[in-house]
């Protein structure tokens, strides 16, 4: 079992950065695959990035690529998303992800707003 903990939405300007944080609770956390996702109102949630647990392979959406870079740290079992060059396109709610053994887990959810 995981539980994930987001924190550091919040409403910035175009061009800012926000830098999200997943806190996770769970024997497991060290082994798991590690993600974001972000669900815009009206839209499907959708991919943004993805880390391996041991951070060797990362995976970014296209969308995001060059300005989103995510990290984890196993020792304090977090996971981060740093967020340059926000865009209004960027504003949704962001999950945070954990896959173990094959099951889904997500957290509650952090709002991101960028403004132009």
């Known amino acids: 079992q995981v539980q994930l903990v987001e924190s550091g939405g919040g409403l910035v300007q175009a061009g800012g950065s926000l830098r999200l944080s997943c806190a996770a609770s769970?024997?497991?956390?060290?082994?798991?695959?590690m993600g974001w996702f972000r669900q815009a109102p009206g839209k499907e949630r959708e991919f943004v990035a993805r880390?391996?647990?041991?951070?060797?392979?990362?995976y970014y959406a296209d969308s995001v690529k060059g300005r989103f870079t995510i990290s984890r740290d196993n020792a304090k079992t977090m996971v981060y998303l740093q967020m340059n060059n926000l865009k209004p396109e960027d504003t949704a709610v962001y999950y945070c992800?954990?896959?173990?053994?094959?099951?889904?887990?997500w957290g509650q959810g952090t709002q991101v707003t960028v403004s132009s």
């Open positions: 992800n954990a896959v173990v053994a094959g099951d889904n887990y």
């Open positions: 769970g024997r497991t956390f060290s082994r798991s695959l």
């Open positions: 880390i391996t647990w041991s951070g060797d392979s990362i």
